[in-house]
């Protein structure tokens, strides 16, 4: 019995040990464990890159290549067609604006412009003559009125009320005897001393009474009377004092010369007055009677209403024909100047004369494929480029910012320019859309010459001594992984040995982001991609780590269309 108690007693505690055993075993074992992964953590974490937080100058710029253009450039064709006479220069000569460059014989041109200028010469005649009618007919017109031409009594009136009158109508005979006129003749010899003005005696033949008298006209035609006297006319004027007629008979004298005949008196006026009408028009009352005196101007008769407004409407219309003949003339008389003006080709813009493909004695004529370039100036007073700027940066781009500009053919030289446009008109190119900026180059552009190609980098904004990471530390928006020893496990994509922390950014180049808030300077971070220096702390890779977590930024090194956004540069970590 005790043997088997004895026996009993060394199995239990054979099972107790090795219950001890195991458990020790598997104490040990997540002991290895455990510090196998510790060892990894901490191989993992040096396998990364990083970069120190640091303190630099960080720019953010724009870059883009282009070709140089002068100021201006122009070719100088020609419009008219004919032998140059005259081409006083020479290639690379220095011009002025409106320097005469070709003279092209104007020959074919000379007896256009007589005739244009002729017809222009008719055309102001009669406007002339159609703005004087007009005005005229306004006054003579006035109060729907016809008025009288002539100075007299009315002998007899040969229009009634009602009637229609047009033009070359006899409205009355007028005749005034309050001056008397004689024809009487004389001897053709004694004429010649004789003009109109010289004084004159006449002889009434009944009573002998001698009146005053004045000499209006000698004529000048011989007339031969009964015995062989060859005689001329002479014409003489007197007030009548009231007893003169046309019955009443006369000699004259005139000096020392006695008329060989007597004569009878005529009322100095006798005529017969007509309408001078463009347009017929209704008598609607008579103003004057037989015997009346009238003047020039003394209203005669009313017209019916719609026959005045007519004939005012005839004038009218005569003077706009005539204004649309003359501006008519005037515009042949200028288009024919400016061709005729085509014939002398002036220097368009101040430059230099780049070719000349023209020279006196050679002819122009127009062809089918277009207008002959006859030369080209350049003005180089200054220079411009085009840059060509994505559509993500093209807002941060305004006139006035400063452009450095390198050229390969001017080494170790840089050129100062400016912003003098940014064009709205766009180009896509494979889904990329960029805008052209010009560029402008003022000074020291000696070296420079149109057609060079440039490099051209646009400043956008710079911060100094700022805290700054590689651009490739900024992952997931805007978050750093700083490195922390107590991160023993990777958690998603924060390696192990790192944490996340959110910053605000300020600045942002195609290397670098300013830290404003989250980091400390010396702090170490992980870097995605190779964009850090050995200079800054970087760690030999054991792996890319968790790629692809970086977010779009501007200045993310964008190039399309021959140029785009560099994103500009850091300047380095403070010593």
């Known amino acids: 019995m005790k043997k088997t108690i004895l026996t009993l007693f060394l199995k239990k505690k054979k099972v107790f040990l090795l219950l001890i055993a195991a458990v020790g075993v598997i104490a040990f074992a997540i002991t290895g464990l455990s510090l196998k992964k510790s060892r990894e953590a901490s191989a993992e974490a040096k396998s990364v890159r990083t970069a120190k937080v640091t303190k630099q100058d960080i720019r953010s710029e724009l870059s883009s290549t282009g070709t140089i253009s002068p100021k201006d450039t122009y070719e100088i064709t020609s419009l008219a067609e004919g032998e140059v006479i005259a081409a006083d220069f020479e290639e690379g000569d220095e011009v002025e604006k409106g320097q005469v460059l070709f003279q092209i014989d104007t020959s074919s041109m000379e007896s256009e412009m007589t005739s244009v200028s002729n017809s222009l010469e008719r055309a102001q005649e009669s ?176 017209m019916e209403e719609k026959s005045a407004q007519k004939l005012l409407r005839t004038y009218k219309e005569a003077l706009d024909k005539a204004q649309e003949a003359l501006e008519s003339a005037k515009s042949r008389l200028e288009s024919t100047q400016d061709t005729y003006g085509n014939y002398t080709i002036t220097a368009p813009i101040s430059g230099k004369v780049i070719t000349k493909a023209v020279k006196a004695g050679d002819k122009i004529a127009k062809s089918s494929g277009g207008t002959t370039t006859l030369a080209v100036i350049y003005d180089m007073s200054y220079y411009t480029f085009e840059m060509s700027v994505d559509e993500l940066d093209v807002k941060s781009v305004e006139v006035g910012q400063t452009v450095a500009v390198t050229a390969d053919a001017v080494e170790g030289k840089t050129f100062s320019g400016s912003v003098t446009n940014v ?39 710079e911060a100094k001594d700022v805290l700054a990471v590689p651009a490739d530390a900024l992952v997931r928006g805007n978050q750093v992984y700083v490195k922390d020893e107590t991160a023993k496990e990777a958690q998603g994509n924060i390696p192990a040995g790192f944490r996340a922390v959110e910053v605000t950014t300020g600045l942002i180049s195609g290397d670098y982001v300013e830290i404003t808030e989250g980091l400390e300077e ?54």
């Open 127 to 302: 406007y002339g003559i159609a703005l004087d009618n007009y005005n005229t007919a306004s006054k003579e017109y006035s109060g729907n009125t016809f008025k009288s031409t002539e100075n007299g009594y009315i002998k007899s009136l040969s229009i009634r009320e009602g009637d229609k009158i047009s033009s070359n109508t006899e409205i009355a005979s007028i005749y005034d005897d309050q001056t008397m006129r004689i024809k009487i003749p004389f001897l053709s010899g004694e004429t010649v001393t004789m003009a109109a003005g010289n004084g004159a005696v006449l002889t009434l033949t009944d009573t002998g009474e001698q009146l005053p008298g004045v000499v209006s006209s000698v004529s000048s035609m011989d007339v031969t009377l009964t015995g062989g006297r060859i005689v001329r006319y002479v014409t003489i004027e007197t007030a009548n004092p009231g007893g003169l007629t046309t019955e009443t008979a006369a000699t004259a004298s005139v000096g020392d010369f006695v008329c060989t005949m007597e004569a009878v008196f005529e009322p100095k006026l006798e005529t017969a007055m007509k309408a001078d009408l463009s347009s017929s028009v209704e008598v609607g009352t008579l103003l004057v009677h037989e015997g009346d005196y009238v003047s020039k101007g003394t209203p005669v008769f009313r």
């Open 423 to 461: 064009s709205l008109q766009s180009a896509t190119s494979n889904g990329v859309t960029n805008y052209p900026v010009t560029v402008t180059l003022n000074d020291g552009i000696e070296d420079l010459l149109p057609g060079m190609n440039v490099d051209g980098v646009i400043i956008l904004a």
């Open 522 to 575: 010396d702090q170490e971070v992980y870097v995605a991609q190779s964009t850090v220096s050995s200079t800054q702390n970087m760690m030999m890779p054991g792996g890319m780590g968790p790629g692809g977590d970086v977010p779009g930024r501007s200045g993310g090194g964008q190039n399309s269309g021959g140029g785009g956004r560099t994103g500009g540069t850091g300047g380095g970590a403070r010593p």
